[in-house]
């Protein structure tokens, strides 16, 4: 007797459903013998591509399909093949997109190469009478699914369809039935008990065991489940490069050719052999693997980008290819910087190229949404991401959903840490002041026993970040999509399925703050940006390298970290080659292998260069013999390996990647050691830079991806050391970076740089630089309105048309501002140009208010009465006010808001105590929790004064004892002695107290 058919089971994308993810389903099905399962989530098809793969794997019969609700019911639509996928994919384009289609315009769209199945009397009549494609589907013929059983036999039989076995399988077992309630309860915001009964399944919706489903069923309807079973045996159709349009006699690869001999010529460089011969190299692997049209994609959005005068980068492993760069793709030079074209492609790889774009952060949807524009709606879409539970908001949602009143649920969900296992009692207990959660979380019983089966399930569709996929062929007929929050429609699967399981090509268009901060900045200076990216790198000044060896690189792109400007101190790097190894080093890959610190002494020459075979000076002398890049794994796994750039690869992705299986693992490192011998290789050597090689788990950089992020590191270094005052205004204006806007105010004003109150009259709604004396250089930066807190857009827009006041009642005269808002601007200083004190300000508008005035015309108001001056805001008031409307106060440093210990040293003169214990006064800038190797959890603090910015280090001994002060105070003195590792200073904090506010 043929295996059991499952016809009708849903994963947890079935949001509000479906309680499995498709593994355990898929688990549990292998185990019980089921021969074929069909995934029908409801109005989705987010899960089925792993699904499939994941079947197979398991030696299960995947049936790729849906349920489509309609208005007589819920259809299942079984495609037998491609054909069939394509009208499942535009149907559930169609419901998601608002058309509700109809159970004719189902059997229409699957076009006779699929089976739809009712599941109820009612879809069922509105399907026509004897229609090969159109089946029955009987539920549980037991307990409540009896009658309807009997009743969709009835009308199936009367009307000529055939029946099969189509038991509907929401969860694994009955045990499963609460979990389901609560997501439905979530899903449709009730509460458990008041949920309404149709959203909530009978506990028999469970998987079948394979006796109870040959018991329950006769054996002809389980035989047309067979059948179906049989009839869609099927692959999914893999996408092609996408084809661009094409006129004359145009072909992809000669124009891709004739482009890049071009790009050789404009820089004149057609007659330098290593330039040709590298092109003709890399442009006949392109043409063998087809992907000249993706090349001229990508080429394309970057044209339409530097057209509209957008700054734009490529970056990632595409910055390896001489093709890119002579596109105007990226812009490293891979030829003169040694970068390796098969660590992007090779004849071996059998996954589609990577093409990651970078533009002003404001920009990107524009930017996606002309490249949709240029080569067709119907062909692109925007990649999803499957936003799931986390711990917090699993514990918040089952805590609502079980009648717990919310104040008391956000006193333990607020401090559940945003990830934990599913131990959560030992999670915990590992963490500084975990024990006090566990005693909250015990006045809830049962609430985290149902969040933690909640974490990790899908909650929602979002948007990748900039993930833009393109189809040779209208991309419905592949994939599903339906409309997203920022505009441009959005696919159902996510992006691993849609590479891996589709085939179908996408190119990143990333937002980077960085690149808004350039385009800002040589606004301003009126100077070519592309003019700055290209000489700043190849000719750095002499404060630019200072500036750089000394680690003073706030505020600077992709080296502003804390734990990277100390290893700038740590390097001392004065060179485009010295940052673009930094940027590398730094990655966890290459600390857990210990050559971090190798690498250090040795740019220290505190060690010598280590090649401890011939091969490996020839292969590493650039890293001092240490494997730094991803591309020195490729070099050294091709010429000491012996394996071809197609293994090599290989052997770096499964080094790198968790997704590596152990097996995988195994032969990599048996096929390396073996080539690493016969190469004269001692065994011991081999293990060792075996070691190395799996110790980069992901986590190391290409050397292209490194050298395209210093290169714009390298512009904002020029900014901050010749612009400063354009520079930190722009930063400002892009809204910051690392830190919060606070921290690069204040090292503006640690620059000599004027910070400037708003003005409500001129001109800019963001922060500009400005002149203080007349024709003057620029030497102040001033906040425009949209920092100010809870200014909506519509007066936002009412000040920018109607501007210059003359002073609040004017101003409320003519916008809609309300009270709120008008108290914030004058906190902000935006009417200071009446010369009026904020706090009599204030109480006109309070007046204004009062009358009415604060939100209508005004025009022909009485005008104000006399009023008494009120007392003026002290200094302490003013900062506040600025740092509860701004988050920073142009008036004053925070630090002046308490008072100031007299036995405190200015961070500034620290460098002069090293190995003493002192004691500092600061406020918070960042902190960042972390675990011992033992599993102890510790912080490292950032904390300024009005002299700079200070690292500190709290071991687990102290955090266990000062969490509860340094996790909620904001202004500290703190006690610890002064430690320097090769010139980077930090503080080992031992105690801490709270500064008190001044009066």
Known sequence: MPKPVLLRTHSHHSLGQGVPSSTTLLDRCAAMGIGAV????????????DFVARARARAIQPLPATTLQTHAGDLILLPRNTKGW????????????????????????????????????????????????????IPFPLGEGREAARR?????????????????????????????????????????????????????????????????????????????????????????????????????????????????RSRGLSRKRPYTTRLARELRVVRMLGFSDYFLFVAGIVDDARADGLPVIGRGSAADSLVSWLLGITRVDPVHHNLLFERFLNMGRADPPDFDLDFPSDARVGVIRRAIRRFGTERCAVISTHVRF???????????????????????????????????????????????????????????????????????????????????????????????????????PEMVQIEKGLGLLKADLLGNRSLGVLRDACHWLDLPWEGLMATAHTQPTPGMRRRLSEGR?????????????????????????????????????VSSSGMKDAYIRRRRGLEPPEYPHPLLQDLLSETLGVMVYQEDVLRVA??????????????????????????????????????????????????????QIA???????????????????????????????????????????????SAYMEEARRRGIRILPCDLNLPGILWQPESTRPQGALDAIRPGLSGIKSLRAQTRRAIMERRPFAGVRDFLARTPANLGETLNLVAAGAFDFTGGERASLSWLALLESSRGRGGGNLVGAVPDPP????????????????????????????????????????????????????????????????????????????????????ECVVWPRAWRLLHPVLRRGYFWQLWGRVQTRYDALTLEVRDARPLTFKT
């Open 695 to 741: 110790s980069f788990a992901g986590y190391a950089f290409c050397k292209a991806h490194s050298a395209s992020y210093a290169q714009e590191s390298m512009a904002c270094l020029w900014l901050a050391e010749h612009q400063p005052v354009v520079f930190w205004a722009a930063v400002l204006a892009n809204g910051g970076g690392y830190y919060g806007e």
């Open 867 to 950: 009023h008494p001056p009120r007392p003026p805001w002290s200094t302490h008031q003013r900062i506040a006010r600025e740092r509860a409307v701004l988050g920073c106060s142009p008036t004053a440093p925070p630090i002046t808001l308490v008072h100031p210990p007299p036995d405190t040293i200015p961070i500034a003169d620290l460098p002069s105590h090293t190995g003493r214990d002192v004691a500092v006064a600061g406020h918070f800038v960042l902190a960042r929790g972390h675990r011992t190797a033992k599993g102890d959890a510790m912080r490292f603090l950032t904390v300024e004064d009005e002299t700079g910015m200070l």
């Open 152 to 264: 969709m036999r009835s009308c199936a039989s009367s009307r000529g369809i055939v029946i099969a076995a189509a038991p509907l399988v929401l969860f694994l077992d009955t045990e499963d039935h609460l979990l389901h309630r609560l997501l439905s309860a979530i899903h449709h915001l009730y509460d458990l008990e008041n949920t309404p009964a149709r959203l909530v399944a009978s506990p028999t919706n469970s998987l079948p065991v394979p006796a109870l489903y040959e018991r329950i069923y006769p054996k002809t309807e389980r035989g047309v489940a067979y059948e179906i079973a049989l009839a869609c045996r099927w692959g999914f159709p893999h996408g092609r490069a996408p084809r661009l349009p094409t006129t004359g006699r145009s072909h992809p690869h000669r124009d891709l050719r004739r482009r890049c001999l071009q790009g050789l």
């Open 553 to 589: 690189t706030l505020g600077v792109f992709y080296v502003e970290s804390p734990a990277m400007r100390s290893l700038l101190r740590q390097l001392g790097p004065t060179d485009f080659e010295g940052l673009v190894a930094a940027s590398s080093v730094i990655r966890p890959g």
């Open 390 to 492: 986390r711990a917090r908001a699993a514990f918040a949602e089952v805590a609502k959903a079980l009648g717990v009143p919310e104040a008391e649920a956000r006193k333990v969900s607020k401090r559940l840490p945003a990830r934990m296992d599913g131990d959560a009692k030992n999670a915990l207990h590992r963490i500084a002041g975990g024990r006090e959660i566990l005693r909250l979380m015990e006045s809830f019983p049962g609430v985290w026993d149902a969040a933690r089966r909640l974490v990790g399930k899908p909650r929602h569709l979002g948007s990748h970040p900039g993930g833009l996929v393109i189809s040779p062929d209208p991309i419905t007929d592949l994939v599903a999509v339906q409309r997203s929050a920022m505009g441009p429609r959005i696919t159902q």
């Open 638 to 691: 091709r010429h000491l390996g012996g394996l071809d750039w197609a293994e090599a690869d290989a052997l770096r992705k499964i080094s790198s990647t968790k997704r590596g299986r152990r097996a995988a693992v195994g032969r990599a490192e048996m096929a390396f050691l073996k080539g690493a011998v016969q190469r004269g290789c001692a065994p011991a050597l081999a293990q060792d830079l075996w070691r």
């Open 86 to 137: 394509g009208g499942l994919c535009r149907l559930l384009t169609q419901r998601r997109m608002g058309r509700a289609p109809t159970p004719i315009d189902a059997l229409e769209q699957m076009e006779g190469e699929g089976f739809v199945l009712a599941t109820t009397p009612k879809s069922l009549l509105a399907l026509p009478d004897r229609h090969p494609d159109v089946v029955a589907g």
């Open 38 to 49: 069909a995934l029908t989530d409801t109005d989705t098809m987010a899960g089925v591509i």
